[in-house]
């Protein structure tokens, strides 16, 4: 669908004032500076989802298809359980 998941790290932060705009009021709360947090890194510009505006650059993932995902592998694991992102 073209998009690019990653695990929020300070280096967000740095790579534009929009990120930090976004993520950092979320990183400084106490109860969330030790949890994995997926967002989306980048967005393929030919992408379908880039009409969509809840999804863009920065967005913090908690959920795929009503699934709740904290990590990387839980993301995998739901994708690869659907034939409609795996052909």
């Known amino acids: 669908a073209g998009l690019v998941f990653m695990i929020l790290t300070v280096g967000h932060l740095k ?34 989802l880039i009409s969509m ?10 959920h795929v298809n009503n699934t709740p995902v904290g990590n990387l592998d839980d993301i995998k694991g739901v994708i690869s359980k659907n034939p409609k992102y795996t052909g």
């Open 15 to 48: 790579k534009s004032q929009s990120l930090r705009t976004t993520l950092l009021p979320y990183m400084v709360k106490p109860e969330n500076r030790h949890e994995s947090v997926v967002v989306i890194s980048h967005v393929h510009p030919e992408s379908p």
């Open 53 to 62: 505006s809840r999804v863009k650059v920065g967005s913090i993932i908690t």
